[in-house]
């Protein structure tokens, strides 16, 4: 049980308001820190790729609150004076990290000024105003007849044909290994046309590529990214963060 303050209520509010206060200040050092150790790309003596994964690895932020320091301590380098607006508690992280993609040197006065004290919501309404989108086109997805037609010419190929085409060639291996050197996922599923052994195979080619294999219960047909966009999508998203 936390034991209680033997303080006043006025005195509990000025402490915590004192301690808010030292906190902006802290964060907005270790943000001018991060800002130097991607310049200087010193995250690679620490075993890092990059400065997201020191942050996440060796620091132990989670992946939105690397995210939106990598963003802030970059913005930082080109506008030194997000830092002085995160420190004051003039704009907030998550502020400064929405306005990071839309800043320029002609509008950032302008837009800093104009998204001091405002939530969230209100600089993505400040955004969305200075910076409305096109519509979008209404969705085009595929006919039933026309998903039919395409299983129908892949079942065409007898399963076996297709995983001895990618795996049985004497120089695949080293071909596949030498040409992809970037950090790469494979997809695969157990119901799809491409057994998901191949991929399997295709995974271990490639140096430290990851595999993921949808099961049947998964939506793991050749099209589990239609019937089961919410995994597809946060395995690609998860991969693209790392």
């Known amino acids: 049980m936390t034991k209680p303050f033997p303080v006043s209520d006025l005195e509990l509010l000025e402490r915590t308001a004192e301690l808010v206060r030292s906190e902006r200040a802290v964060v907005a050092d270790v943000v001018e820190h991060l800002a130097e150790v991607d310049r200087r790309r010193a995250y690679l003596d620490a075993a890092c790729r990059s400065l997201s994964c020191y942050c996440i690895e060796r620091l132990g932020y989670s992946e939105d609150e690397a995210r939106k320091r990598v963003q802030v301590a970059r913005l930082g380098r080109r ?132 595999l993921e294999i949808f099961e049947v219960d998964e939506g793991g047909s050749h099209f589990m990214f239609m019937e089961n966009p919410v995994r597809f999508n946060a395995i690609v998203r998860d991969f693209l963060r790392a």
């Open 79 to 210: 506008f030194p004076q997000v830092l002085e607006e995160l420190r004051a508690g003039l704009i907030h992280m998550t502020g400064l990290s929405l306005l990071a993609p839309v800043l320029t040197e002609d509008n950032a006065p302008a837009l800093l000024a104009e998204a001091r004290g405002k939530s969230r919501s209100q600089i993505e309404a400040l955004i969305a105003r200075h910076f409305p989108k096109p519509d979008v086109a209404e969705r085009v997805c595929p006919q039933p007849e026309q998903i039919a037609a395409i299983v129908g010419d892949l079942l065409a190929t007898p399963r076996a044909t297709l995983l001895a085409t990618v795996s049985t060639s004497a120089d695949a291996p080293e071909v596949v290994a030498s040409r992809i050197v970037v950090p790469t996922l494979v997809i695969g599923a157990r119901q799809s046309v491409f057994p998901a052994e191949s991929q399997a195979w295709i995974a271990k080619q490639i140096p430290g590529a990851r």
